[in-house]
Nanobody, 115 residues
Framework: QVQLVESGGGLVQPGGSLRLSCAAS????????MYWYRQAPGKERERVGY????????DYADSVKGRFTISRDNAKNTVYLQMNSLKSEDTAVYYC????????WGQGTQVTVSS
């Protein structure tokens, strides 16, 4: 069955960096665009960005453009979210999403940006 497992979240000070990982299994990872989303307390889930199946193209929400980078390693069935220059408003649970068989979400990983 499809599984997505995020990791790498934690507490970081403003201006700091984190790298999130999403390990995928149960489907042909290299065939699919992969997405990162986030949901802050009391807010709707927001798309952070995506990366195409081969990794040749990415797109980002305006709120993270220039600070976040999505990459993938198809040999490892893993997608990454590198987050730099973190701000308090980046505090959220971060999810990866695979648009396969109706769509699957990971369990999420908490990112807290606070001094």
């Amino acid at each position: 069955q499809v599984q997505l497992v995020e990791s790498g979240g934690g507490l970081v000070q403003p201006g700091g960096s984190l790298r999130l990982s999403c390990a995928a299994s149960g489907f042909t990872f290299s065939n699919y665009v992969m997405y990162w989303y986030r949901q802050a307390p009391g807010k709707e889930r927001e798309r952070v960005g995506y990366i195409t199946s081969g990794g040749g193209s990415t797109d980002y929400a305006d709120s993270v453009k220039g600070r976040f980078t999505i990459s993938r390693d198809n040999a490892k069935n893993t997608v990454y979210l590198q987050m730099n220059s973190l701000k308090s408003e980046d505090t959220a649970v971060y999810y990866c999403y695979a648009p396969t068989s109706g769509g699957y979400w990971g369990q999420g990983t908490q990112v807290t940006v606070s001094s």
